[in-house]
């Protein structure tokens, strides 16, 4: 084997193992958005597994409610629309914008109760109301895991190189769970 052929091998196999290491770079590297893409979707399954044992446990609340408080229709026609927004919700941006508009509504819903002594000693409203609250806290545990999730996907989407291949293979940046403003308010109490 004569100096050329023996340079031409070495050149051949220099070659091979450049394209190797690119081809399993990009593999590992597309793999990698492959997972933490659905890291996002597991964790905003939990997010919706939690929303909707909200929206299942709302209607009771209100009935019960309603028993004792007649003449704040107002209060319970706002979180019915609200929690029917919920369930006519088809994509992550409605379910966000339609859940933030439901917690405002409960919230308006929790001050109806403050004006109710005999209601707050009901013990099928402890219940349900331990359980919404209960449910409430596993939601902003599951948001926050969403959350984190996405950041970690999409600071990963944006970094050099990665930006180049999640382009190329059509990675998005993903949404955030934001509280809407109007949850930031303090519900107005009028007696």
């Keep these: 084997m004569g100096k050329t052929a023996k340079a031409l091998v070495i050149a051949g196999i220099v070659i091979l193992v450049i394209l190797l290491s690119i081809f399993f770079s990009i593999k590992g590297t597309y793999n990698t958005l492959v997972r933490l893409d659905e890291g996002i979707k597991g964790a905003w399954a939990q997010v919706e597994n939690q929303l909707q044992r909200r929206y299942d446990l709302i209607p009771n609340y209100v009935e019960t409610v309603k028993g004792y408080a007649r003449h704040e229709k107002e209060v319970f026609l706002r979180v019915t629309e609200a929690r029917s927004k919920v369930g006519s919700a088809t994509n992550i941006k409605e379910k966000i914008g339609a ?7 409960l919230s308006r819903l929790l001050f109806v109760v403050e004006r109710y002594p005999d209601l707050k000693a009901n013990q099928n409203f402890i219940r349900l109301q331990d359980e919404l609250a209960g449910t409430e806290n596993r939601i902003s545990v599951e948001r ?25 293979f059509g990675f998005t940046k993903a949404e955030f769970f934001k509280v809407a403003a109007i949850a930031k308010e303090v519900p107005k109490v009028k007696f």
Excluded at 152 to 157: A, P
């Design 99 to 105: 859940n933030n508009e439901l917690s405002s509504a």
């Design 144 to 168: 926050r895991r969403y959350n984190e999730a996405v950041k970690t996907y999409n600071v990963k989407i944006r970094s050099f190189p990665t930006n180049i291949l999640a382009g190329i």
